[in-house]
């Protein structure tokens, strides 16, 4: 796991779950609704991440964000943080350092 910082370029919102599309260092990565953060963010919010990279790519849908990003996608994984016996993915807007629910690496 490490720290990366990217933008927020499109979310799908199904439910109470939501999937992003984060573009980190010129590259569209995915995010699961599986690691779904303690907040909900907006595209265009830069954020951080606490993650890695998962081995397969991500096959992204038009219909779920759009012709634009439809296709395969790197698919970032989370650390997780419990909080009140849920499970959340570290992600926190990147200025918002004091972020109660996201852990800085050491």
């Known amino acids: 796991m490490h720290e990366m910082t990217g933008t927020i ?4 919102v ?5 999937d992003y599309l984060i573009e980190i ?3 569209i990565c995915y995010l699961s609704s599986s690691d779904q953060p303690y907040e ?4 265009g919010d830069n954020v951080t991440l606490n993650g890695t990279f998962n081995d ?3 096959n992204v849908l038009a ?7 439809e296709g395969r ?3 970032i994984v989370l650390n ?3 909080v009140d016996q849920h499970t959340y993915g570290q992600m926190r807007l990147t200025s918002d350092v004091d972020n109660q629910y996201y852990k800085q690496l050491q």
Do not use: L
């Open 40 to 43: 909900e963010f907006n595209v």
């Open 14 to 18: 199904g439910g109470k779950s939501i």
């Open 73 to 75: 996608h790197r698919e």
């Open 80 to 82: 997780h943080i419990v």
């Open 25 to 27: 260092n010129g590259t």
């Open 63 to 69: 219909s779920d964000f759009g012709e634009e990003y």
């Open 9 to 12: 370029v499109a979310k799908d």
């Open 56 to 58: 397969k790519d991500a």
